[in-house]
């Protein structure tokens, strides 16, 4: 029998800071990328092991979250806020320079941008490809799973 790899995605959040956030934002996204086929890298739940009374904890984190970055197929970054969060923006910025797919997810309405055609700043979207790059930009968690965008297409094939 032969044995399928399954794709990995990094998800990139904030959703770990808030208690609330963690157990009600953070699984949902968690689920819908898994029952999508993914295996999920989310760093919450690893450095939850990780005691911050220990001197080093901050950059053992920080080396961590780069490390399953890099053995990632994938990001998914949850970019809301105005600016979204820096340590989002720098684990985006690392997948777009080891050149992994990117996707997006932002369901926040305010816009961050100094241009018209991104509701971000433009950097955000190198990751994208410049023609069709909504395809890979999620405005909700039920449109994660359609099955015209670029994540769905980028797991099954």
């Known amino acids: 029998m032969v044995s399928i790899k399954r794709k990995s995605i990094y998800l990139a959040s904030p959703y770990g800071f808030s208690k609330q ?3 009600k934002l953070l699984p949902e996204f968690v689920s819908t990328l898994q ?10 739940s690893r450095n939850a092991q990780l005691s911050t009374s220990k001197p080093g904890w901050a950059y053992k984190v920080a080396i961590a979250d780069i490390n399953d970055l890099k053995k990632a197929d ?3 970054a949850v970019v809301n806020g105005t600016p979204p969060d ?3 923006m720098i684990e985006l910025g690392a997948a777009i320079a080891l050149d992994k797919p990117t996707f997006l ?3 926040d309405f305010r816009r961050c941008s100094d241009s018209m055609e991104y509701p971000l700043n433009l950097m955000l979207f190198a990751g994208l490809p410049s023609s069709g790059w909504k395809k890979f930009f999620y405005t909700s968690i039920d449109e994660i799973s359609d099955p015209t965008k ?7 094939s």
């Open 150 to 156: 670029g994540l769905v297409t980028w797991l099954e």
């Open 21 to 23: 956030w963690k157990e």
């Open 35 to 44: 029952e999508l086929g993914a295996d999920v890298l989310e760093p919450f």
């Open 105 to 107: 997810f932002r369901d």
């Open 74 to 76: 994938a990001i998914f």
């Open 86 to 88: 820096e340590g989002v």
